[in-house]
Nanobody, 127 residues
Framework: QVQLVESGGGLVQAGGSLRLSCAVSGLPFSSHGMGWFRQAPGKERDFVAAISWSGDNTYFADSVKGRFSLTRDNAKNTVYLQMNSLKPEDTAVYYC????????????????????WGQGTQVTVSS
């Protein structure tokens, strides 16, 4: 059974930082690209960032580029989203996801590219 468990969310003031973690089990983690999405109340789930299965490539939404970074530890089956210079508009539930096909060279950046999802963790940024 595939499980993705996010942690690290919380309440932070604008300008602050948070690090989200996503622990994965039940699939060959080191073979899959990983992504993060977020969903604010009343809005669609939007792409935030993705990292390739090897960790060599990352891609970020324009809204977070330069503020967020993404790394993975294949020995711990965990991916990390470091969020700096947080803004109130970053407030959302953040979801991690594993892409559908192992060892793909092209990063998935859309919902349909990911086949396994976590339950989400709330991030609230106060002004």
């Amino acid at each position: 059974q595939v499980q993705l468990v996010e942690s690290g969310g919380g309440l932070v003031q604008a300008g602050g930082s948070l690090r989200l973690s996503c622990a994965v089990s039940g699939l060959p983690f080191s073979s899959h690209g990983m992504g993060w999405f977020r969903q604010a109340p009343g809005k669609e789930r939007d792409f935030v960032a993705a990292i390739s299965w090897s960790g060599d490539n990352t891609y970020f939404a324009d809204s977070v580029k330069g503020r967020f970074s993404l790394t993975r530890d294949n020995a711990k089956n965990t991916v990390y989203l470091q969020m700096n210079s947080l803004k109130p508009e970053d407030t959302a539930v953040y979801y991690c996801a594993a892409d559908r096909w192992p060892h793909t060279d092209v990063l998935a950046t859309t919902l349909r590219g990911f086949g396994s999802w976590g339950q989400g963790t709330q991030v609230t940024v106060s002004s």
